[in-house]
């Protein structure tokens, strides 16, 4: 089974602080991406990689960035991190080829509060 | 571009009933995919189904069915005999082509609580 790692299930930030957000996956997957989740918007993408240094940018990039120097890890960064962006982040990856018809494989999400 | 509507934000049954969860789409692609993921309490969304355009046949697994009609875009999801392991938060989603990768587009969710 695939397996998406996130490396923190909570994590608590003060506004104005640079926060990363790892994630892990081990099935050699080239697509990976990065969701938020907030409550009655359902599920809202980030940003997303295709490949190693590839990148591109989702429905609501701003006040992010991302980086992925491996394969296997895509991480996201918050640059200073503010209040609004307190929310639940589920990463997903899935492999290329057809990619765009191949379900999303999800961590189990970082919940972050941001006081 | 795309969307994905879920009207049923909440929906409360009593074990054993049958529910169904209602998925309508927008896209001008003629080609494209539907999903539905299950998140349970956990967080982690599981993959359920996917349809691609092409395929408008129905599909049972077990207690689980899935109706798609592209003539109303529709990609409704019945649980029939439901159960307190149902309890969830469902969620469809759309794929279409992209340059580099397929991006998927959620609908809000519809949040499923199974009674006792």
């Known amino acids: 089974d695939v397996k998406v790692t996130q490396s923190s299930r909570y994590l608590v930030k003060r506004t104005g602080e640079k926060v990363f957000l790892e994630c892990v996956q081990d099935?050699?997957?080239?697509?990976m991406f990065w969701y938020r989740q907030d409550p009655g918007l359902g599920l809202r993408l980030i940003y997303f990689?295709?490949?190693?240094?590839?990148?591109e940018k989702g429905d609501i990039p701003e006040g992010y960035s991302v980086s992925r120097e491996k394969k296997e890890r895509f991480s996201l960064i918050l640059e200073s991190a503010s209040t609004n962006q307190t929310s639940m982040y589920l990463c997903?990856?899935?492999?290329?080829?057809?990619?765009?018809?191949?379900?999303?494989?999800f961590g189990n999400g970082t919940r972050l509060t941001v006081t | 571009a795309q969307k994905v509507t879920q009207a049923q934000t909440e929906i409360s049954v009593v074990e054993k009933e049958d529910v169904t969860l209602d998925c309508v789409y927008e896209?001008?692609?003629?080609?494209?995919?539907l999903f539905w993921y299950k998140q349970p309490p956990s967080g982690e969304l599981v993959f359920l189904i996917r349809r691609n355009s092409f395929d408008e046949q129905n599909e049972i697994s077990g207690r689980y069915s899935w109706n798609f009609q592209k003539s109303t875009s529709s990609f409704n999801f019945t649980i029939t005999a439901s159960q307190v392991v149902d309890s969830a938060v469902y969620f469809c989603?759309?794929?279409?082509?992209?340059?580099?990768?397929?991006?998927?587009?959620f609908g809000d969710g519809t949040t499923l609580t199974v009674k006792p």
């Open positions: 989603a759309l794929s279409v082509p992209n340059t580099n990768a397929g991006k998927s587009t």
């Open positions: 997903a990856s899935r492999p290329i080829g057809g990619a765009w018809g191949s379900p999303l494989h």
């Open positions: 099935m050699d997957h080239e697509n």
């Open positions: 896209t001008r692609d003629t080609t494209y995919y």
């Open positions: 990689s295709y490949d190693v240094k590839m990148k």
